[in-house]
């Protein structure tokens, strides 16, 4: 009921810069939070009201932010590292409409690569 689609990974060398994005669809009543990860590892989430949290290494380089008309979130990463290397996927809960009823969801995305290397 929900898809997830994921992009902008790429290979980048060392502090350079990436924007990820990703776009949720489907029978989705409203979004609660939103988040990416980075192989399972939680990097950053948006929550409805707009709080945000950052693994703490990458505060201060890493940047997520939302678009809730269009169900999209992004995640601007500068100061790239090697170690900042890795499948990012794209996680949102929310709300969908089932029938007469409305269910909550939490799904993932099939991830982009970002390689961080020179």
């Known amino acids: 009921q929900v898809q997830i689609v994921e992009s902008g990974g790429g290979k980048v060398q060392p502090g350079g810069s990436l924007t990820l994005s990703c776009a949720a669809s489907g029978s989705i009543v409203s979004v609660n939070s939103m988040a990416w990860d980075r192989q399972g590892e939680e990097v950053a989430r948006i929550s409805s009201d707009g709080a945000t949290i950052y693994k703490a290494s990458v505060k201060g380089r890493f940047t997520i932010s939302r678009d809730i008309a269009k169900n999209m979130v992004y995640l601007q990463m500068n100061s790239l590292k090697p170690e900042d290397t890795g499948v990012y996927s794209c996680?949102?809960?929310?709300?969908?409409?089932?029938?007469?009823?409305?269910?909550?969801?939490?799904?993932w995305g099939r991830g982009t690569q970002v390689i961080v290397s020179s």
């Open positions: 996680r949102v809960t929310g709300m969908v409409q089932n029938g007469l009823t409305q269910t909550g969801f939490s799904s």
